[in-house]
């Protein structure tokens, strides 16, 4: 059996810490946030939005599957629903970056960014979404950026 490789296992305990921190339990998600960023070391640092495009393309066509064909040989239903939750928020993430490439700043015109501090879905727009169409949490659980 292949094993992940050491950024597919940090994807896999970020989505891991959300899903702990939407069962409340923050010293779990602590670990798993600790572990995400263990096995994130060395990845290249971005510091452009082509640069950030790139990288979601990457982890949407290549980590996630990865990590999925990782999480459907075990059958981890806890990681599977994570990795649901992750791509999802992944492709909205490369939506934006892609209509910011095209409309630059005039896009935020008015605008701003709302991020659900459960899964990551963000938000463009005046008002803070009322339920989070990735993981349902409340408006309350988004932060303004």
């Known amino acids: 059996m292949a094993y992940p490789s050491n950024s597919s296992l940090s994807v896999i305990f970020s989505n891991l810490q959300k899903a702990s921190e ?3 339990k923050p010293k779990t ?5 600790r572990l995400a960023v263990d096995f994130d070391k060395g990845s290249s640092e ?3 939005f082509v640069g950030l495009k790139d990288l ?3 982890e949407l066509s290549e ?3 990865e990590v999925q064909a990782a999480a459907d040989s075990v059958k981890d239903r806890g990681a599977l629903r994570a990795l649901v939750w992750g791509q999802k928020v992944a492709a909205i993430q490369k939506s934006l970056i892609d209509r910011y490439l095209l409309k630059g700043d005039e896009l935020l015109i008015g605008k ?3 991020v659900c ?3 990551g879905f963000v938000s463009l727009g005046a008002d803070v979404p009322e339920i989070c169409p990735v993981c349902k949490a409340p408006a309350s659980r988004f932060s303004k950026v």
């Open 56 to 58: 979601v393309s990457n």
């Open 22 to 24: 939407k069962q409340q």
């Open 63 to 65: 980590k996630y599957p």
């Open 112 to 114: 701003a960014l709302f």
């Open 46 to 48: 971005v510091n452009d």
């Open 117 to 119: 501090e459960a899964c």
């Open 29 to 33: 998600a602590e670990l798993f946030g």
